[in-house]
T-cell receptor, first 117, second 111 residues
């Protein structure tokens, strides 16, 4: 597609339930990133995928968080047993080159606003 | 550890004036920086980038200045317009794989 697409745009879930957030990166972008943005905060790195390499999961806050990227394209971020502190906007970004250097930068989606009640 | 911070969380400017948004970074190994603009309800958008071998780069109405000595980055917006109202983030890259973002500065342009 023309941009990075995320779905759903909004998700309200009850505490303790599992949620899945989806990201469709720009076609051909080999790198895919997930970030979390809490209200009034910066972007917190969660996980990074690059081609067929093992993902960099160093930013995942707990083992309740996991992500996969199937076929080098679509990615799903799963949060199990959601907690209220998981409420945030979850942003996905993709880039053409590793580290987005060379002037490409990241292309971000509009995010999924997750509210845990 | 790495951190990217901003001196001012909010900034208000009159339409037509120039805006300067500042950013401090702590990792001297960071060699690539990007400024992003985030409008309400949208994801951050790339504005301009700069490598550590440069101290200034200009785009359309925007200029980024890098002072590696004091680890300081700034974004200058010329003739600020209402459409420039947004949150601006600087991001640093030191490992080649990911960027670290600061809290952001909220810019409000007063008509």
């Amino acid at each position: 597609g023309a941009g990075v697409s995320q779905s759903p745009s909004n998700k309200v879930t009850e505490k303790g339930k599992d949620v899945e957030l989806r990201c469709d990166p720009i076609s051909g972008h080999t790198a895919l990133y997930w970030y979390r943005q809490s209200l009034g905060q910066g972007l917190e790195f969660l996980i990074y995928f690059q081609g067929n390499s093992a993902p960099d999961k160093s930013g995942l806050p707990s083992d309740r968080f996991s992500a996969e990227r199937t076929g080098g394209s679509v990615s799903t971020l799963t949060i199990q047993r959601t907690q209220q502190e998981d409420s945030a906007v979850y942003l996905c970004a993709s880039s053409l080159v590793l580290g987005a250097q060379g002037g490409y930068g990241y292309t971000f989606g509009s995010g999924t606003r997750l509210t845990v009640v | 550890g790495e951190s990217v911070g901003l001196h001012l969380p909010t900034l208000s400017v009159q339409e037509g004036d120039n805006s300067i948004i500042n950013c401090a970074y702590s990792n001297s190994a960071s060699d690539y920086f990007i400024w992003y603009k985030q409008e309400s309800g949208k994801g951050p958008q790339f504005i301009i980038d700069i490598r550590s071998n440069m101290d200034k780069r200009q785009g359309q109405r925007v200029t980024v200045l890098l002072n590696k000595t004091v680890k300081h980055l700034s974004l200058q917006i010329a003739a600020t317009q209402p459409g420039d109202s947004a949150v601006y983030f600087c991001a640093e890259n030191a490992r080649g794989n990911q960027f670290y973002f600061g809290t952001g500065t909220s810019l409000t342009v007063i008509p």
